[in-house]
């Protein structure tokens, strides 16, 4: 199989971040879609890390950050300090991490990452960008993102991988 061209990395990251940009404008006009906006983007950026283009999927995610950025302003913060990133840390940590004491630390930092990126998308999408909370959330918000948050973040990250396997079993058929 031959080498892929840059322009064929450059079409392919541009879809990516096309796709990306649209679901994040997307999930910012309709609250109900939001989460489904970061996680769509989240796929999005999948697509070049198929093809081992990590360059072109960074670029894409800054790419549609910055599209995305004019409509969704402070909506964009979730998707900017860890949605974005995860599937190109993933992809790093699968081609590099080969022991299993490395994984479990990189899920730990992740894990922390994580917590600390919801912990400051709470704070901004209250504070800055006017969205509420029910009262519940409010009162054990310390609970919900530091115990729960982990929880979740453990069957995320396990699913994000197959994600990217099954991108991976798609893209397979593309040839360049």
């Known amino acids: 199989m ?24 997307l999930g910012t006009l309709n609250p109900f879609l939001l989460a489904t906006g970061y996680l769509v983007a989240t ?25 995305a950025l004019p409509l969704s302003l402070w909506k964009i913060v ?10 190109i840390v993933n992809y790093l940590q ?9 994984k479990i630390a990189c899920f730990a ?3 922390v990452w994580f917590d600390l ?25 310390y609970y919900i993102i530091f115990l729960g948050g982990t929880l979740f973040f453990a069957a995320y990250d396990v699913m994000i991988f197959y994600c990217q396997r099954s991108a991976d079993l798609a893209i397979r058929r593309i040839r360049r």
Request: charged share 15%; proline share 6%.
């Open 2 to 25: 031959k080498k892929p061209t840059k322009s064929f990395e450059i079409a392919l990251s541009a879809l990516a971040a096309a796709f990306a940009a649209a679901f994040l404008m």
């Open 109 to 111: 930092a992740k894990a």
């Open 94 to 102: 699968r081609k590099y991490v080969k022991r299993t004491p490395l």
């Open 78 to 87: 979730p998707y900017a300090v860890f949605f974005g990133l995860h599937p």
């Open 43 to 67: 796929f999005a950026l999948m697509v070049p890390l198929s093809k081992d283009f990590v360059w072109g999927s960074a670029l894409a995610f800054l790419a549609a950050g910055l599209i």
């Open 117 to 141: 990126a919801m912990w400051l998308s709470y704070y901004v999408l209250t504070a800055m960008a006017g969205m509420s909370f029910p009262d519940y959330v409010v009162r054990f918000f």
